[in-house]
């Protein structure tokens, strides 16, 4: 069955560039959600869209912005990254005819800010 | 408050059995879930239960919910050294989930 799909896998940045995240959920799902990890850590969540508007909102810093455009897919952009940064961002994704019950995640998104 | 607490590690031998136990905090109706996540891998859903349900099982996979502690268990039975891995428990807030710090499971064969 398909997964959700995360590009690119393993990124690299300097402090205070930019990176952007993609992330392509299951077919049929209208809701993606984006998790911060930190090491050692549990997910965060940062923000969450159903059918293209935010729906929800957590932790997400002002230096970060989303969107989920009209394929579903969704890409969370960093500005002026920071060391603290560095961690792993997982989307997830489900849908509302499933009662938005399963949330299924993605392999990940390694960012290490240098 | 959202918080979600798990134990940090438990150690069994291959063929036993595991219960990762996790305590939550909300009161109302919600879903609690399990994750497991191996070494810089992604979360895989395991299984999830309502908490209105006592239990739920699922292969080797049991689920108990005790609502008055809001106390939530899994159980492995027939632990495998492939079942090593961190245990997250979730707790669903909205759309958001929250997750416990998760409890490393080590299987020793």
């Known amino acids: 069955a398909a997964g959700v799909i995360q590009s690119p896998r393993h990124l690299i940045k300097e402090k205070r560039e930019t990176a952007t995240l993609k992330c392509y959920p299951i077919?049929?799902?209208?809701?993606v959600y984006w998790y911060q990890q930190g090491p050692g850590q549990d997910p965060q969540f940062l923000i969450s869209?159903?059918?293209?508007?935010?729906?929800d909102k957590g932790s997400i810093p002002d230096r970060f912005s989303a969107q989920q455009f009209s394929d579903y897919h969704s890409e969370l952009n960093m500005s002026s990254l920071e060391l603290g940064d560095s961690a792993l961002y997982f989307c997830?994704?489900?849908?509302?005819?499933?009662?938005?019950?399963?949330?299924?995640f993605g392999p990940g998104t390694r960012l290490t800010v240098t | 408050g959202e918080d979600v607490e798990q134990s940090l590690f438990l150690s069994v031998r291959e063929g036993d059995s595991s219960v990762i136990n996790c305590t939550y905090t909300?009161?109302?109706?919600?879903?609690l879930y399990w994750y497991k996540q191996e070494p810089g891998a992604g979360l895989q859903l395991l299984t999830y239960?309502?908490?209105?349900?006592d239990m739920k099982q699922d292969q080797r996979l049991t689920v108990l919910l005790n609502k008055k502690d809001k106390h939530l268990s899994l159980r492995i039975a027939d632990t495998q050294t492939g079942d090593s891995a961190i245990y997250f428990c979730?707790?669903?807030?909205?759309?958001?989930?929250?997750f416990g710090a998760g409890t490393i499971l080590r299987v020793k064969s």
């Open positions: 869209f159903y059918e293209k508007m935010q729906s």
């Open positions: 239960i309502f908490s209105n349900m």
């Open positions: 909300d009161s109302s109706s919600t879903y």
């Open positions: 077919p049929r799902h209208d809701t």
């Open positions: 997830a994704s489900s849908s509302l005819a499933g009662g938005q019950n399963e949330q299924y």
């Open positions: 979730a707790e669903r807030y909205g759309n958001k989930l929250v």
